[in-house]
Nanobody, 123 residues
């Protein structure tokens, strides 16, 4: 069992930055691929970024490439999402997720989810 707790969300002006953190419980954190998803009001949950077990492999949705960076610190059981040059369309609840199966964009791959953290970008 893995518990995930996100933090770092908030209100920021367009062009600003935020860093989201996701702290994981358990001693097997390094065995999970870790991802960030987001969900805006009235929209489906959307893949944002994923990092593999060792941190050397990443994937991003096109809309955030060059602006967002996902990273992980296995010794601290934490995954991060650095978000720069934020845009109003980035406004959403951001969720951290963990997968033992494989790295991917499909939410059904992910076994554990956090409760989410709100990111609001004003224009």
């Amino acid at each position: 069992q893995v518990q995930l707790v996100e933090s770092g969300g908030g209100l920021v002006q367009a062009g600003g930055s935020l860093r989201l953190s996701c702290a994981a419980s358990g001693r097997t954190f390094s065995m999970y691929a870790m991802a960030w998803f987001r969900q805006a009001p009235g929209k489906e949950r959307e893949f944002v970024a994923v990092v593999n077990w060792g941190g050397g492999g990443t994937d991003y949705v096109d809309s955030v490439k060059g602006r967002f960076t996902i990273s992980r610190h296995n010794a601290e059981n934490t995954v991060y999402l650095q978000m720069n040059n934020l845009k109003p369309e980035d406004t959403a609840v951001y969720y951290c997720a963990a997968s033992r199966r494989r790295v991917g964009r499909d939410p059904s791959l992910y076994d554990y989810w956090g409760q989410g953290t709100q990111v609001t970008v004003s224009s």
